[in-house]
């Protein structure tokens, strides 16, 4: 009777612990579904007709989420102020260009131009700029070297460092305009939703959790069981 009254611990903090693993599967789950929806959304944006870069900065001044809407720009690129930002370009290091663009009417914004296999490439002038919104909010991360303004060398989005290096007016909006084809001699990366997500992987992990504490739990109890010769 002892040996049997100490399995009833181990069955109990077993069914605890696949209760909450299966839980946290849920959970993932959901934001598996939430994650597909937002992406969809925001690859729906980029699909729609392009705004005046005006109106897009009154909604981002007003709150409203700007991400991925695609706008378009007159006005006169600074060729003088090129910032330079470390990518993959053809899948070797390479150079984004970047560059501040005074628009007619809606004030400064930081364009990205594209890629270059080329540090120091000057861009050509452009009277227009059609591109998506980008706000690159996210900070440094933990692998990211530190941007060295001295060098004009940047590999993090520190969105108000470069506008300072860049000569831009303050208040300027803290966003990226992401060219999406122009002749400034940077080549345009494609736009796409660049949302990371891995919930169907966690979920599998914690399903899959929650089945290998069970196989332990099970085994425990058989081998108890036939040493002694009770069941739980």
């Known amino acids: 009777?002892?040996?049997?009254?100490?399995?009833?611990?181990?069955?109990?903090?077993?069914?605890?612990?696949?209760?909450?693993?299966?839980?946290?599967?849920?959970?993932?789950?959901?934001?598996?579904?939430?994650k597909e929806g937002l992406i969809a959304t925001l690859t729906a944006r980029m699909a729609e007709d392009p705004l005046p870069l005006a109106e897009a900065l009154k909604r981002f001044a007003a709150g409203?989420?700007?991400?991925?809407?695609?706008?378009i720009a007159k006005g006169e690129l600074d060729t003088a102020?090129?910032?330079?930002?470390?990518?993959?370009?053809?899948?070797?290091?390479?150079?984004?260009?970047?560059?501040?663009?005074?628009?007619?009417?809606?004030?400064?914004?930081?364009?990205?131009?594209?890629g270059t296999d080329q540090y120091g490439l000057v861009p050509k002038p452009v009277p227009e700029i059609l591109g998506v919104v980008r706000l690159h909010h996210l900070g440094r991360g933990y692998f990211d070297a530190a941007n060295n303004a001295t060098k004009n060398q940047w590999f993090w989005w520190d969105l108000t460092a470069m506008h300072k290096a860049a000569g831009m007016k303050e208040g300027s909006p803290l966003i990226i305009l992401q060219a999406l084809g122009n002749e400034s001699g940077f080549q345009a990366s494609p736009a796409k939703v660049e949302l990371s997500n891995n919930h169907l992987g966690y979920a599998i992990t914690w399903f899959g959790m929650a089945a290998a504490l069970l196989g332990v739990a099970a085994a425990f109890v058989f081998q108890r069981g036939r040493r002694y010769g009770i069941a739980p």
């Not at 409203?64 to 706008?71: A, F, Q, R, S, T």
């Not at 910032?83 to 993959?88: C, D, E, F, G, P």
């Not at 370009?89 to 364009?111: I, R």
């Open 1 to 34: 009777m002892a040996d049997r009254t100490r399995l009833w611990p181990v069955l109990l903090a077993t069914a605890l612990g696949f209760l909450i693993l299966c839980s946290l599967g849920m959970w993932q789950l959901q934001r598996l579904a939430w």
């Open 81 to 114: 102020h090129p910032l330079y930002k470390q990518t993959v370009f053809y899948d070797m290091p390479g150079w984004e260009g970047l560059a501040p663009f005074q628009s007619d009417n809606a004030g400064q914004v930081l364009v990205d131009l594209g």
């Open 64 to 71: 409203e989420d700007v991400e991925y809407l695609k706008v």
